[in-house]
């Protein structure tokens, strides 16, 4: 049974920083593409950003640019992304994805998805 766990959310201060994990199970997870999702309180759910098996390929939503990073432990069947300069604007549940498409994982269709992990950004 595949199963993706997120853990790291949490209470932040703006300006603040935390680091999300996931961690995968019942899969080969080098071999699928990886990817972070949130969703905030009434509204839709939003691609923030994607990492290839080898992370040849990485992409950013526009918002999280220069502020976060996504990596990835193949070998620990773990991804992570690290968020800094946080803003109250990042707060949502995150949610992390795996999909062998590169192209399904960054439009969030299909896959395995984890049940999410809350951040708050606020003082």
């Known amino acids: 049974q595949v199963q993706l766990k997120e853990s790291g959310g949490g209470l932040v201060q703006p300006g603040g920083s935390l680091r999300l994990s996931c961690a995968a199970s019942?899969?080969?997870?080098?071999?699928?593409?990886f990817g972070w999702f949130r969703q905030a309180p009434g509204k839709e759910r939003e691609f923030v950003a994607a990492?290839?098996?080898?992370?040849?390929?990485?992409k950013y939503a526009d918002s999280v640019k220069g502020r976060f990073t996504i990596s990835r432990d193949n070998g620990r069947e773990t991804g992570y992304l690290q968020m800094n300069s946080l803003k109250p604007e990042d707060t949502a549940v995150y949610f992390c994805?795996?999909?062998?498409?590169?192209?399904?994982?960054?439009?969030?269709?299909?896959?395995?998805w984890g049940q999410g992990t809350q951040v708050i950004v606020s003082s």
């Open positions: 990492a290839s098996p080898s992370t040849y390929m990485i």
């Open positions: 019942g899969l080969v997870f080098g071999t699928y593409n």
């Open positions: 994805t795996a999909h062998p498409s590169w192209s399904n994982v960054i439009e969030g269709s299909g896959g395995y």
